[in-house]
């Protein structure tokens, strides 16, 4: 028997559970804030993808069908190619939450094919996007219990203006990607690499990036570079009625974002949630030149978060189950469970002809919180003997009390 592919997984259905209530929580939002939702296919051209990919992204494209095609590694090129063919209006606000797949070394949380959950801004340079965004993310991170969420910003324009200072720009993606591992690898290691790519320069180029204990220090000091960027950063404070913190090491590691960066951390130990930017010429690859800005949330590092803080993961949806105490009274039982549902209440009926003590093992095994056992007496009065699974207590009601007592747990 073959295993699943490398870097992939089968998902359990008590884990499912919390995926899809982790993805329709995020869903909810997201359409509070009148972000719209969008599909766009698993496989794009292979020209497509590498049209802003990157050197280091395009190592990890699943090439298929003899390299005509490939399997998206993100969400954002598949929306610059759709976006920059159409009319929409404008700012197009849209939201998608779907597979993505890349070609990378499986690690501990880390998958080959793993979710995201994009919003996107299309056809504004208003900072007023990137605030609606971060103040988006935040609410997110309060629906899931952590109300205080470190959110960082950086700007590519002085990262940009920073290397010309210096005078690496040559190097200046080598760079980047070398900045961007701070937190895989830690400052040290990020030293290391700096001076391999640059020699002394390396220092000079750490000291202005960690330079500055404030905001506003390092506002200061990013004025120097570019004043463009530092004003841009400026605006998105003082748009944001909650903390935000300015780290000029903040990079980004993909190639196409070209002013605002931000990242989304729950603490030091579970790194980031969430992060994005402003990519204001990749549209124009693809055939039509508009700004855009975005996010992409880690649905993945967000289930995981949810497992630990569940005490005990539900194994299934069901919330009654409805017994026969003889297979004479199975019809009656599916009449009773058709009508539950046309209540909104989930049920489930025996498929395998069992006795009722197997009934009631498979109705603890699965934890379903009711239990209703449908004999002679209840059917002929009417009435319905419910049991809570979890003290054992029981009830005889009527179907209308039933409901009550269910929809009032």
């Known amino acids: 028997m073959k295993l699943t592919p490398k870097g992939m997984r089968d998902i359990d ?72 063919s159409t009319d929409a209006p404008k700012p197009f606000k849209r939201y998608q939450i779907e597979r993505v797949w890349r070609k990378e070394e499986p690690q501990r949380g880390r998958f080959r094919e793993f979710w995201q959950a994009d919003v996107d801004v299309i056809g504004t340079s208003s900072m007023r996007a990137e605030a609606e965004i ?47 591992k701070l937190d895989k690898i830690g400052e040290k290691e990020v030293a290391k690499l700096l001076k391999d790519l640059v020699g002394a320069k390396a220092n000079e180029l750490i000291k202005i990036v960690k330079s500055g204990k404030s905001n506003k220090e390092r506002l200061s000091i990013a004025v120097k570079y570019s004043p463009e960027g530092a004003k841009e950063l400026e605006e998105i404070v003082s748009l944001c009625n909650f903390d935000i913190e300015i780290d000029l ?38 055939g039509q030149d508009l700004p855009a800005v975005g996010i992409s949330f880690g649905i993945e590092r967000l289930i995981t978060l949810m497992l630990e803080k569940e005490k005990a993961a539900r194994k299934t949806r069901t919330t009654v189950f409805v017994a026969a105490v003889k297979p004479d009274f199975y019809p009656n039982a599916n009449e009773l ?39 002679e007496r209840e059917i002929e009065s009417s009435t319905y003997t419910i049991r809570d699974m979890s003290t054992g207590k029981e009830k005889k009601l009527s179907f209308n009390d039933l409901v009550k007592e269910i929809k009032g747990r």
């Open 249 to 286: 090491f903040l990079v980004r590691g993909l190639g196409y974002y070209t002013g605002p960066v931000f990242e989304v951390k729950l603490s030091e130990d579970i790194g980031s949630v969430a992060g994005g930017g402003r990519y204001d010429r990749l549209l124009a690859v693809y």
């Open 337 to 375: 469970a058709s009508k539950l549902r046309k209540k909104g209440i989930s049920c489930e009926t025996d498929l395998n002809e069992r006795n009722l003590k197997k009934q009631f093992d498979y109705t603890n095994a699965l934890s379903i919180p009711y239990m209703i056992v449908l004999g």
């Open 13 to 84: 259905p008590e884990v499912m559970i919390i995926r899809e209530d982790v993805i329709n929580s995020i869903k909810d939002i997201f359409c509070t804030y009148g972000y719209r939702p969008l599909e766009t296919p698993a496989m794009e051209y292979l020209d497509t993808l590498r049209a802003k990919a990157g050197e280091e992204v395009d190592k990890q494209i699943f090439v298929i069908d003899g390299g005509e095609y490939g399997l998206r590694f993100d969400l954002t090129v598949p929306l610059a190619r759709y976006a920059s």
């Open 134 to 180: 971060l103040s988006l993310a935040r609410e997110v991170c309060f629906k899931f219990g952590f109300n205080k969420p470190r959110i960082i910003i950086n700007n590519r324009k002085i990262l940009d203006a920073i290397a010309d200072k210096i005078g690496v720009s040559e190097k200046r993606d080598e760079i980047f990607r070398a900045l961007d």
